[in-house]
């Protein structure tokens, strides 16, 4: 498969916890880029591309939202709402955030700069690279 859920280290503190990423350790990747989506309205979806290139990993900061993948064959939705793990999301997986609870922040580790020319939009594009890959 190429998604799945990845635990990273959490240090419990009475002070309030702390969790750490580190690339090529606990990120199975070097990262390249870091962004965060957040104030997504009631309703709104984010996503719904998938890479050619680019990992990543979406982890819910803040606040939880559920995340929809597809690699072609099997679809399996994930709630993310701990902030000490993460949703590693390989190339060609379709993914679609959605269900944004209130103050929900979206943290995303990725291995690419940003390369509009790398992303699918095309839905049909995107269901016939997975079927010339199988």
Not at 36 to 55: L, N, Q
Not at 63 to 90: A, C, I, M, W
């Amino acid at each position: 498969m190429n998604y799945a859920l990845i635990d990273l280290p959490k240090i419990v503190d009475p002070r309030g916890n702390l969790t750490v990423a580190e690339q090529m350790k606990n990120i199975p990747f070097d990262i390249a880029r870091v962004y965060w989506t957040y104030d997504v309205p009631g309703g709104e979806r984010r996503g719904g591309h998938a890479h050619r290139t680019c990992e990543e990993i979406i982890i819910a900061v803040s606040g939880s939202f559920d995340v929809e993948v597809f690699d072609g064959k099997e679809r399996q939705t994930f709630h993310l709402n701990h902030p000490y793990q993460g949703l590693y999301v390989g190339t060609n997986v379709w993914r679609t955030l959605e269900d944004f609870s209130s103050g929900a922040v979206c943290l995303v580790l990725a291995s690419e700069f940003f390369d509009e020319q790398e992303y699918i939009y095309d839905y049909d594009e995107f269901l016939q690279i997975c079927s010339k890959a199988s």
